[in-house]
């Protein structure tokens, strides 16, 4: 099993430009997750699916959009990146709910200039 | 008064001594409680759960949970080198329904 999977590992985007960072996993979660880290603030949530057809918004959740493609997939997409969006950003996936252990994905590193 | 509390450290024990780790929580309505283990780089690795008071045991791991006094602890018995990592205390509370994250705790393990 390869647990969670994220492409791309690297990116740099230039202001303005938009693009979606893909998760998926293969331990047939309900539930998965989007956190962006930065130094000092520690993980904070982006989005969450509950389950497959559902989402919502975490505690930074303004500049971004979600999509639950189906039970394996949960993408992120930056519309139009800004400089305050250069973080690193890790997908996780529970088995159902925040209530349970989450796994994490390897991870995309961002830069935004 | 943050939701999850940990010293950013860094924490420096010798070899084979044992490390403590300490978080504080706010919320009395807290339910689950997780230790992650993150190398520089890389992502965060689950390393222990606990949900009820008391110790739970996993190898050299340790986690110590009280809930009374909003306090759970990790404990790294015979550390090694290849632990120093950032640890990061993680709580979900039923009151705000969501994992709150603490900002870690980086251990060095010095040979």
């Known amino acids: 099993n390869a647990g969670v999977t994220q492409t791309p590992k690297f990116q740099v985007l230039k202001t303005g430009q938009s693009m979606t960072l893909q998760c998926a996993q293969d331990m047939n979660h309900n539930s998965m997750y989007w956190y962006r880290q930065d130094p000092g603030m520690g993980l904070r949530l982006i989005y969450y699916?509950?389950?497959?057809?559902?989402?919502d918004k975490g505690e930074v959740p303004n500049g971004y959009n979600v999509s639950r493609l189906n039970k394996r997939e949960f993408s992120l997409r930056l519309e139009s990146a800004a400089p305050s969006q250069t973080s690193v950003y890790f997908c996780?996936?529970?088995?159902?709910?925040?209530?349970?252990?989450?796994?994490f994905g390897p991870g995309t590193r961002l830069t935004v200039t | 008064q943050k939701e999850v509390e940990q010293n950013s450290g860094p924490l420096s024990v010798p070899e084979g001594a044992i490390a403590s780790l300490n978080c504080t929580y706010s919320?009395?309505?807290?339910?689950?409680f997780f230790w992650y283990r993150q190398y520089s780089g890389k992502s965060p690795e689950l390393i222990m759960s606990?949900?009820?008071?008391g110790d739970k045991e996993d190898g050299r791991f340790t986690a110590q949970l009280n809930k009374a006094s909003q306090y759970v602890s990790l404990l790294i018995r015979d550390s090694q080198p290849s632990d120093s990592a950032t640890y990061l205390c993680?709580?979900?509370?039923?009151?705000?329904?969501?994992?709150?994250f603490g900002i870690g705790t980086k251990l060095q393990v010095i040979p």
């Open positions: 606990i949900y009820s008071n």
């Open positions: 699916s509950a389950s497959e057809g559902t989402t």
């Open positions: 996780a996936s529970s088995e159902a709910g925040p209530t349970y252990e989450q796994y």
């Open positions: 919320d009395r309505v807290s339910q689950s």
């Open positions: 993680a709580v979900f509370s039923g009151g705000y329904q969501k994992v709150t």
